[in-house]
């Protein structure tokens, strides 16, 4: 079975701060990949990034940077001079290949608030 | 290019009816998935359709169905409402993750539901 945890419920910064949001997995399968999404007020859930677990280059687009660590099982993700359009939940994911498919498997959530 | 679009948006319920929700997928992707998502939790997987068959399935209920349509679109249904199938229900299309990566899910923006 897999899991994802998000162990910071809630985190407030003000504005230009650079923040950083903690994920760890778990899962049995040597292949899984790896998913950051936003979920603005209006309730969709929107597409950050993807990772594979063979691919442990960290990326950087524009000021989101993603840190992929297998050792530690973690997959954190930097908001750098973050802005308050920023403000959002954003949930960590994880996906495996199974012959019949695939699903995301959801951590529960960092709502992130930037102040002013 | 229309994304993945869901109705009603909001409805009210009362407990032991059944309610029917409805998506039309991104143009272009022929998988569709549902995902209950309770208020302040992540998104749970309910299940996953492609060609019109149930390919994989979460840990819910038989009183959870669907269907997909040959235009791709798709229903969830619910009997037998409880109070805690209250949720934010979303829809994500995609290509067939079969045929490739996974790849990322197009969510919609939900349909609320209140079961009182």
Redesign the interface.
Known sequence: AQKVTQAQTEISVVEKEDVTLDCVYETRDTTYYLFWYKQPPSGELVFLIRRNSFDEQNEISGRYSWNFQKSTSSFNFTITASQVVDSAVYFCALSVRETSGSRLTFGEGTQLTVNP | DAG?TQSPTHLIKTRGQQVTLRCSPKSGHD?V?W?QQAL??????IF?Y?EEEE??R?NFPDRFSGHQFPNYSSELNVNALLLGDSA?Y?C?SSLD??AG??G???????S?LTVL
Do not use: D, K, W
């Open positions: 993945v998988t998935s995902y302040g939790q992540g998104p749970q997987f996953q492609y390919r994989q979460g934010l979303l994500a993750p079969l990566l996974p990322e899910l197009f969510f919609g923006e939900g609320r």
